[in-house]
């Protein structure tokens, strides 16, 4: 079981996405458990305040260490790895969501205001991580992203293992077309090939398919995954076609 622990002075931010659909099920399945630690209940000052004006003086406000040294201190164990998210951070990522699938304990603190003090960084975080270069009013959307994408990764979360594998970007380009019922809509139809049966036929137009997709939305990710010699000719074969 992945133990996530997420640190945030607004948790019922998590309280409707945290327990709907497949992260729902996954809880109560006992594949992963998630804690909600409210950082505010780590201040020791008269009106738990956790934040405070930044030294050599600017805008806005930046979180204390007291609190957020405590809170890590409470619920982190042995295995703990603490995620801090940051537009500083390294992008997140396919790869990234199933090396942190690996984990026993993911603590994900997230940041408000103009950020926490440096020695957070420093002494209590082990890793950052952003997920696009763009900056949120904080860190509980990015929590979010991070462990719907990590629980995916999971064994048994999604109703099966073949779900995760053939998504988008888990082999390092972008999932083929789907189609369901009806088999025409519109005068749209569904491809011949996929009424075929023949799964063969089939894998290979899904393939072709997942190629192209990616050559004409994202051919940046063509130069980062290794093809194998039969994707490698697919997709020559592809770029003929659109050349003719």
Not at 1 to 28: V, Y
Not at 57 to 70: D, L, T, Y
Not at 89 to 112: M, N, P, S, V, Y
Request: proline letters at 5%; one cysteine or more.
């Amino acid at each position: 079981m992945l133990k996530f622990d997420i640190l945030t002075i607004f948790p019922n931010m998590f309280t409707g996405p945290l327990n709907e659909s497949i992260l729902k099920r996954a809880q109560d399945k006992g594949l992963i458990n998630i804690d909600i630690n409210d950082i505010r209940s780590f201040a020791q000052n008269k009106h738990n305040n956790v934040d405070d004006s930044p030294y050599g003086g600017g805008a806005g406000m930046v979180m204390k260490p007291e609190p957020i040294f405590r809170a890590v201190e409470d619920v982190k164990s042995k295995e703990g790895k603490v995620i801090f998210l940051s537009p500083q951070g390294k992008t997140f990522d396919q790869k990234l969501a199933k090396e942190l699938a690996k984990e026993d304990h993911l603590i994900l603190l997230c940041g408000r205001y103009e950020g926490v003090d440096e020695r957070v960084r420093k002494e209590v975080v082990d890793e950052e991580i952003s997920i696009g270069d763009y900056v949120l009013t904080g860190g509980e959307l990015s929590a979010m992203v991070v462990i719907d994408a990590v629980a995916r990764m999971i064994p048994g979360v999604l109703g099966t293992h073949q779900s995760a594998i053939e998504d988008s970007f888990y082999h390092g380009i972008l999932d083929y077309p789907h189609y369901t019922r009806p088999r025409k809509y519109r005068d749209l139809e569904v491809p011949e090939v996929l009424l075929s049966g023949n799964h063969q036929k089939i894998d290979a137009w899904r393939k072709k398919e997942a190629l192209k997709r990616t050559l004409l939305r994202r051919p940046d990710l063509l130069d980062e995954v290794e093809l194998t010699i039969d994707e490698k000719e697919l997709l020559n074969e592809i770029k003929e076609e659109m050349e003719n």
